[in-house]
């Protein structure tokens, strides 16, 4: 366990940045999860800290000492890839192990944390197996007791749960978050699933075209995103494009909308409203006692179990999406005419 600080850290190839300038603290036991799109820099940024990419500039300490020249393992690191990258030919005790035969520990000390580790991912019993006579989420279990029995100093994880069904995710996660917390472990992880990164961050870094963007608590980035990349990554929400002017929005669609005199920014100019769909209301008529309360039609219905979602047309180029729990109340349908209303506070501006 240590404490790890990226600072300035570039890689380029060519003209093109893949990574330019990060810089990021991560606290002793501290949960981090790099969050963004697919080619944002999240990957190159977490292979820089393990030691398999070189950084162009920039530099990463762990424990306040600089590794940022040392090969992988020389850091301390334990790392689990995405794909797993188990032997095949190697028993399950034998993967765990190839780590601390690397670094030449006695015999007997390996033997006690093959043992020790695979207990932890709840594996005991299972060391004389060979990977293929394994289900997916064991396979990922090995992975993550192999990057443990080198007891790291931080524990890297690059789309851990990106291999495993939409079920078995949601259950692994957990497992993880909470051997993370009982070992204090210093842990960064690289996802691009939302759901994900809420779920199991102490903080969130959110990523895209090689720098960051926001660095935050999840209800940080979701009540008050920087900027509309971050309100458009985390969670969900629909943009109104428009004109803020007079303190008011105006949408390309014409609809004349009241927002928060705080989110307006000052001069007239080309804006964009975010509106997250569970802050919106819907009813068959007039709703009373809202700031904006607007006619549309509903264009489509979204069952989603616990939540429905309604998209409603409010002019030829505004539609929003409102999202109801499914509770057996009021559940418009398709081509239906409905009111949508929200307070003025429910809304964000930002500036184009």
């Known amino acids: 366990m240590a404490r790890l600080d990226i600072d300035r850290l570039v890689k380029r190839y060519g003209d093109f940045f893949a990574v ?34 070189e950084p162009t500039a920039g530099e990463v300490k762990l424990g306040g000492s600089n590794v940022t020249l040392l090969p992988p393992w020389k850091r301390n690191a334990g790392m689990v890839f995405q794909s797993y990258a188990l032997f095949p030919h190697l028993t399950v005790a034998q993967n765990v192990a ?34 293929r006579q394994l289900s997916g989420g064991q396979q990922q279990r090995v992975a993550l007791a192999r990057a443990l029995a080198i007891r790291p100093d931080v524990l890297l994880l690059d789309e851990p749960l990106s291999n495993l069904d939409a079920k078995l995710r949601q259950e692994v996660r957990v497992e993880i978050r909470e051997l993370q917390k009982q070992l204090g472990l210093t842990t960064v992880m690289v996802t691009h699933d939302q759901e994900e990164a809420l779920t199991m961050a102490d903080r969130l870094v959110v990523m895209n075209e090689g720098t960051v963007h926001q660095v935050g608590t999840q209800r940080d980035l979701y009540e008050r995103p920087a900027d509309r990349f ?14 803020v002017a007079n303190g008011r929005f105006r ?6 909308l009241a927002v928060a005199p705080s989110s307006t920014g000052g001069a007239p100019g080309k804006a964009a409203l975010s509106l997250r769909p569970e802050r919106l209301e819907i009813a068959p008529g007039p709703i009373a006692g809202l700031d904006n309360d607007l006619p549309g039609t509903v264009e489509f219905v979204s069952y989603l179990g616990a939540q429905i979602d309604i998209h409603v047309r409010l002019s030829p180029a505004d539609r929003l999406v409102v ?21 003025a506070s429910a809304g964000q501006v930002f500036r184009e």
């Not at 300038?21 to 292979?47: I, N, Q």
């Not at 390996?110 to 207990?119: F, I, N, S």
């Not at 949408?251 to 004349?256: E, H, N, P, R, S």
């Open 20 to 53: 330019k300038d990060v810089s990021l603290s991560v606290a002793d036991g501290e949960f981090l999860v790099l969050l963004g799109p697919s080619g944002c820099g999240k990957t190159t940024t977490l292979r820089m800290v393990a030691g398999f990419i």
């Open 98 to 131: 190839f780590g601390l035969e690397m670094r030449k520990l006695p015999r007997a000390e390996v033997d006690k944390r093959v043992e020790e580790a695979l207990a932890l991912v709840r594996l005991a019993g299972f060391g004389a197996r060979l990977p």
């Open 230 to 243: 971050v309100a458009g990554f985390v969670g969900r929400t629909t943009f109104l494009s428009g004109t």
């Open 251 to 256: 949408t390309d669609g014409g609809l004349d």
């Open 323 to 343: 999202q109801i729990a499914n509770r057996g109340g009021f559940a418009p349908e398709v081509g239906q005419r409905v009111h949508v209303g929200w307070r």
